[in-house]
């Protein structure tokens, strides 16, 4: 078994922990760049860090010898520092950069949101520099799908939005966990030029809004308290939202993209399936109550959330 030198930038919020020790484990060998400011603590002593202002090129390119494969995983705020990898990367040997990305294709609507629009313009930047490109696209985590209101689903209370027609339309859900496997199944072992300039979609459960609600009434008991809301409307909320500066504007967006079936095509048709790996079901999420907690938000974000009517 032949493993890839993978570097990693963005190793410390919650999702790109969960990667970033799945890619540890794997057996690959990892190098972490970080900036001069950043914990690495908690990273195996086994694991090199290297310390690096990413604007300084020729530092950058000296961190990036001997790695065959340069995976983002940076939050929103960092989405935009990705550009100096970008002006790195062709004086180096990487063979592929995976950039930040964590949910799907963008549409015309998502580059209204200006964290889409700056992955978008990493990614074109990417292209237009000749450099190999893989994104990997898990549609909706089920941690910020099914454990906080984000999507209308409110599982505590036993309450549930439909936006649209997403009673019948698919929602993309995987778990972080399937997320965190998917990417040391995809990039420790694959010969990288069977990946390169490929979108890659994860698809761990889809389901329906029918198919939540019956999961909500076998939880509870009874009928979860229904809500709905069209999509003139949910536009009207995207547009105020937006043009407020409001971080919940994503929220509107996430709900329509749903409500009108679109995000299914926006995760693509090339699905990577993990040899082996158990699929998580609505019945243990919902049901038995195996889902794990999203990042900490603040209650007042949770409330707002909430407000189906």
Not at 19 to 43: C, F, M, N, Q, Y
Not at 253 to 270: C, E, P, Q, S
Not at 292 to 299: F, G, I, K, S
Request: charged share 20%.
């Amino acid at each position: 078994m032949t493993f890839n030198r993978i570097a990693i930038y963005g190793h410390r919020g919650w999702a790109s922990s969960a990667i970033t020790k799945s890619l540890i484990a794997s057996g690959a060998p990892i190098k972490i760049l970080h900036r001069p400011e950043s914990d690495v603590s908690g990273v195996p002593s086994t694991v090199t860090t290297v310390s690096v202002d990413v604007n300084d090129k020729d530092a950058l390119i000296h961190a990036l010898h001997d790695v065959d494969i340069l995976i983002s995983l940076v939050g929103h705020d960092g989405i935009s520092r990705q550009l100096a990898l970008v002006a790195a990367l062709p004086h180096t040997d990487v063979k592929l950069f995976v950039p930040s990305n964590m949910s799907h294709q963008i549409d015309e609507d998502g580059m209204r949101l200006a964290v889409n629009k700056a992955k978008v313009e990493v990614e074109k930047a990417a292209r237009d520099a000749k450099i190999a490109v893989t994104t990997v696209l898990p549609g909706y985590l089920v941690e910020s799908s099914l454990a906080i209101p984000m999507m209308g689903v409110d599982a505590n209370n036993n309450h549930i939005l439909f936006t649209g027609n997403s009673q019948q339309q698919p929602l993309n859900l995987c778990t972080l966990r399937y997320v965190a496997a998917a990417y040391s199944a995809i990039f420790a072992t694959t010969p990288t030029d069977t990946l390169q300039n490929r979108v890659i979609g994860l698809a761990e459960l889809i389901v329906t809004g029918d198919e939540i609600r019956a999961a909500l009434e076998q939880k509870h008991g009874a009928k979860p308290q229904e809500f709905v809301m069209s999509i003139d409307t949910v536009d009207r909320k995207l547009d105020e939202t937006l043009a407020a500066g409001s971080p919940l504007a994503a929220m509107w967006y996430y709900r329509k993209i749903w409500a009108t079936g679109a995000l299914k095509g926006l995760v693509g048709d090339d699905i990577w399936e993990i040899d082996g790996y158990p699929k998580t079901t609505l019945d243990e999420l919902l049901v038995q109550g195996k889902m794990q907690p999203y990042r900490e938000l603040p209650e007042r974000v949770i409330q707002i959330m909430a407000q189906f009517d």
